[in-house]
Structure formats: C-alpha cells, structure tokens
C-alpha cells in the first residue's frame, strides 16, 4: 500500500484518473464501433467527477478543495510541476539558486567528458559590483603534472596523507543512496582521490570498491557508539584500523546547519541504514547538537590525541562552520596550552550543505566561506601555529576559479560534495530530504536509485575531478605560477562598485606572524582573543 502511494498520491489523482478513463472511452469506441460507447463515456466521466468532487467537499485537510471541488486541484498540480517548468523552459545561463545552469552544465560536461569551451565572449556584465577576476601574467608557465598534492599530518602524525587539492566532501550513506556511494568512491579510487563519509559512517558501499576514505565523526557517533549513543574507543579503533581510512575529521558543526545536530528524515531511514548506524526506525534520526565527548577546548585538544593514538598516527582534524570568533580563538589557546594541535582544519562557509536543515539555518546562520577561511588562517598565523595545521575549505565550489580563489585565501585544498553529486547525475530538484530524488542521488527507495548506474557514474566522478583540476592548471598557469598553493589575494580583484576594484585583502586583515601573542590592535582579533579561555567555550568578562 505503501509503495502505491508513493506512485500514486491523491495530488495527482484527478489527471491520472481522467486519463484512464479518456483511455478506456476510447478502447470502447474501437472494440465496439458503434454509438452505445458514444453515449455511455459521458455517464462514466460524470460518474467519476461525482466522485473527485464529493471527496473533495468532504475532505479536511486542503481548503482549496473544500470550496472550489475538482478545479482546485489544478493548483496543487502547477504547485507541483512550477519549478520544473522554470528550471527546463525559462532558466537563463545565469540563473538557478544555489548553482546556475552555466555551473551545472559546466559539471555535466566535464563529468561526461565533453567539449566544456564556450564562445562569443563572457555573459557577465563586468563592470557591475561583485564582479571577479584574476591577474594574468604576460608570461604564463606551462605545467606538465595537474595532479597537484598536499600532504596532510603534522609533527605528532606518524602517518601523513598526501591528498588531492580537490575532494569529495562530507555526504552521508542514508542522506545518498547505495548507489550514489558506490559511484563516488569508485571514481575517487580511479581518480586518486579522497571521498569523505559524512557523520553517517563508513557502510560497505564505501568499503566495497576501495578509494580513499577520510571517515566523519559527528556527534552521533554513528561506527564508533555504545548502544546508548556515547563514544565508544574500542569500536572506533576497529574501523580506523583499515588501511583504506586515510584521515579522522571531528564534524563540529557544517555549513547548512551549524549550531544544529544533523538531521536524516524518517522518510529515509530503511532497515539497512538503521542497522548501519545503530538507531531505531520511524523517526528522524537528529545527531546532538554538540559533542558528548568534550565540552571545553581543553577536552577537544585531548580528544584529538586520544583519536590519533587510536588510529595508530593519521591524521586527525576537524571541520567547522566558524560563528562567534571568541570560540574559535578558545582552541587556539588551547592547542598554545596543551602543545595538542590538530593536523587539518577544514572550515565549511555557511553556504554548503547537501542535506535537511531549517530554513532559518540554511539562510541566516554561520559564517560564509571566504570570511571563515580568512579569520582562521590568519589567526593561526597570529599564534605562530600555521605551519602545523593544514587548511581545508568547503562551500560552494564547483569550477577551478572557486579552487583558485579559496586557495589564495589559505586553504590548502578544498572538498567538494553538490558539484560531485552532479557528476553522479544530480538535476538539483530539490528533493534530497523528501526520499523522491528523480535520478537515485539522494533516496533510500530501491525503484528510483536504479537508474543510478556506478560503471556509468563512477567514470564520470573520475573525469569532473580530472578535467576540473586540469582547468586549474591552465588558470596557475595563466597566472604565472606552479602551484595553486602560490596564489596570493592581490591576484584577485573584486569591483565594489561602479568606480572602485579592491582585492580580497579587506575581508579579515592580515596578521604578521605571532601578532596575537604578542598583541594586535585590530579589534576584530583584539576583543575576541581577550574574551577567549582554552577551559570554555564561553566568553569571559573584559576586565577594564
């Protein structure tokens, strides 16, 4: 009955069913040929609005129908179909929230393997605000290699991970399907690159085909949990164990959602994904919204060692949506305290997020990417701590100029999970949290993530991240360079207005190494980093 529903809701009952019926009226005419069936269709049509109508009159739930019967349901029928309609017929090249379609089908064509060249000129207006640019050189390198690496693990790391600048970001099995799973982690084992778990864990779709896996622990704990949803040491150590898990990243909080635990929709969770991670069916599955394990940034430093004594070495990081700067400057000063410094943060802006969130969280809540990025490679600069930590970003990337700007902000290498997810075959529908993804990306439902082939979908995981890193070669070159790593914020430009072009220079200022111990008087550094204890998280009072 279930399964009828899913393919037949009351939504669309009056079209389906009136197709029926002109079907059947039809058959009637050609097996009979003779003016009876004629004159009996229109009884049946009569009959079934009778019906359709009668039940609209009499249902509770939709006041639409209750007082325009039958017609009303053409407005739930264009609720329906509207922005599909807008998305294939009236979408320019440059609209479409959150990506475009010239972004979309520059992440198709790669994927596929096409022609991703474009002529006739930019269709951007380039002398409006906001428009972005790079600085060539009049004498561009040529670069053989566009396999560009950065080796992850700091002075306590026994086991560093020399990593792709370019991986697959946190997306969970439960929130993507089997299949979707399988397709990432195959191509990330073509290609040479990481797949990240996401909080759900590794399932055996990440474990089935072998590529890279930096494993997310979330609050939940889901593949490190006792029963009672506390972490658990021994089960941790197990699955860290496998020569396949490369790296340790502790979700703090994630860009869609941050300051909220995560949240996998009821309508999701089968009885494989319940037995993956250990939680009961029929009810949203809500990770904590912060960690059992520690509550101050002292226990954080001493969970970060407990976790890479465990794993025998690797490295061991953790990702964060920045928000108040005083907390963030709290670790600081607990890696100063406790000589414990993480071997990667990975700051994810406000603007990611694959997942269900509340809309209040996924519009107004956490730090954009350039800013949070900015702030945190700066203030390690300011402790003297940068040259221990390596820096990932997450956030909105999808083309080798995204790659390029985020690095010459400081990140290290960046992850990627929506352009990934179009790789895969993602039309961007929307429908991620309700378990009806139309191409089997985002769904739970075995019908649907069939069409979903991983020896089809694999390759074309492999070819974006190929082709997408061979865009960013030309663009380092282009510029002059020989690695993305040498981008600086003076190569970029920014037009603020109709008369003045800045770089990216003014989001957080620079800070000269050490300038935070030995004391700055920015105020944007100045008052947090007062207010900020390695034993809380929670400000302390300014004394005067």
Known sequence: ?????????????????????????????????????????????????????????????????????????????????????????????????????????????????????????????????????????????????????????????????????????????????????????????AGGFAHDTGEGGISPYHRENGGDIIWEIGSGYFGCRTPDGAFSAERFAENAAADQV????????????????????????????????????????????????????????????????????????????????????????????????????????KEGGTGAAPSEFIDHIGMPLREGLTFVHYALIGANLRDRIRLGASGMIISAFDIARVMALGADWCNMARGFMFAVGCIQSQACHTDKCPVGVATQDPDRQRALVVADKSVRVAQFHGKTLEALAEVVAGAGLRHPSEFETYHFHKRVSYSQVTTFTNLYPPLAPGELLSGTNDSRYKIPWQVARADTFHASALHA
Not at 154 to 172: E, F, R, W
Not at 317 to 328: T, W, Y
């Open 246 to 349: 490369k790296m340790i990243e502790i979700k703090i909080s994630q860009g869609a959602k941050p300051g909220h635990g995560g949240v996998l929709p009821a309508a999701k969770i089968t009885e494989e994904v319940s037995a993956i991670r250990g939680i009961p069916m029929g009810r949203d599955c809500i990770s904590p919204s912060s960690h059992p394990a520690f509550s101050t940034p002292l226990e954080l430093m001493a969970f970060i060692r407990q976790l890479r004594e465990l794993s025998d070495g690797k490295p061991v990081g953790f990702k964060l949506c920045v928000g108040h700067a005083h907390e963030f400057l709290a670790i600081v000063k607990a890696m100063l305290q406790t000589g414990i410094t993480p071997d990667f943060i990975v700051i994810d802006g």
């Open 1 to 189: 009955m279930e399964r009828l529903r899913h393919y037949f809701s009351l939504r669309i009952l009056p079209l389906s069913g009136s197709i029926v019926l002109l079907a059947l009226v039809g058959y009637l005419i050609v097996a009979w040929g003779d003016l009876y069936a004629i004159l009996i269709a229109p009884f049946f049509l009569l009959a079934f609005l009778v019906a359709v109508g009668l039940h609209d009159i009499l249902q509770t739930k939709r006041a639409v129908l209750r007082n325009y019967p039958i017609s009303g349901h053409a407005r739930y029928i264009m609720e329906e179909i509207r922005p599909k309609i807008r998305q294939y017929f009236f979408e320019g090249e440059k609209d479409g929230r959150p990506f475009p379609r010239d972004k979309r089908s520059l992440a198709y064509q790669r994927a596929k393997g096409q022609l991703d060249k474009r002529p006739f000129g930019t269709e951007y207006d380039v002398y409006v605000p906001r428009y972005e640019w790079i600085s060539h050189s009049l004498v561009p390198t040529h670069i053989e290699n566009h396999d560009f690496r950065v080796r992850i693990g700091g002075p306590d790391c026994t086991k560093p991970y020399d990593a792709s600048v370019l991986n697959i970001s946190a997306m969970s099995f439960g929130s993507l399907s089997a299949n979707a799973i399988r397709s990432l982690n195959k191509g990330a084992k």
